[in-house]
């Protein structure tokens, strides 16, 4: 199947779910993540601010925050986009599409890393990610921006990646390129 035609599948199918179901199954997924051996032992949280009925996110981070992990999250400039150390909701604004971002008095991820005596490493980091379908080979579908993609090819980060997603978008088999990221697992309701 060709990726537009899956987007457009995948964000009617999204939009279906009511506000109220979206909840419940943005509750059940926190709740299998936060049991996840990479979560527990994440010391560094990339996570993405959720965006109408994407998974919601607002509990995963509030519950990062108060493990004391390392949370940052997204801000979007032009093509591409830089991670921000985040120590609560009050640290965001409105950014890109209306998407809560962190302000700009926050301090990006490449600042606190150069700061500390070792870097972190994949054990120690993890990165949520959104996107529209995932597959058991580890291929995701994003919203068509390439910002995950870049954002992996320019800074060579190395860390867990898990998607968190609704059941019914784990398909068979995604399309995919060469230059996609894998992700390691999704987590589902």
Known sequence: MDKKILRNKMLSLRNQLSVKECAKRSEQITYHLLNTDSYQRAEYLLIYMHYQKEVM???IITHALNAGKHVFVPRVSGKDMEFYEIHSFEDCECGFHGILEPSKTCVSLPEVF???LSSPSRKNTLMILPGLAFDAAGHRLGYGGGYYDRYFS????????????????????????????????????
């Open 57 to 59: 996110t607002g509990q």
């Open 114 to 116: 150069c700061n500390m």
């Open 154 to 189: 320019q800074t060579g980060i190395e860390c867990a990646k898990t998607a968190v997603a609704y059941s019914f978008q784990v398909i068979e088999q995604v399309p995919h390129e060469q230059h996609d990221i894998l992700i390691d697992d999704v987590i589902t309701d």
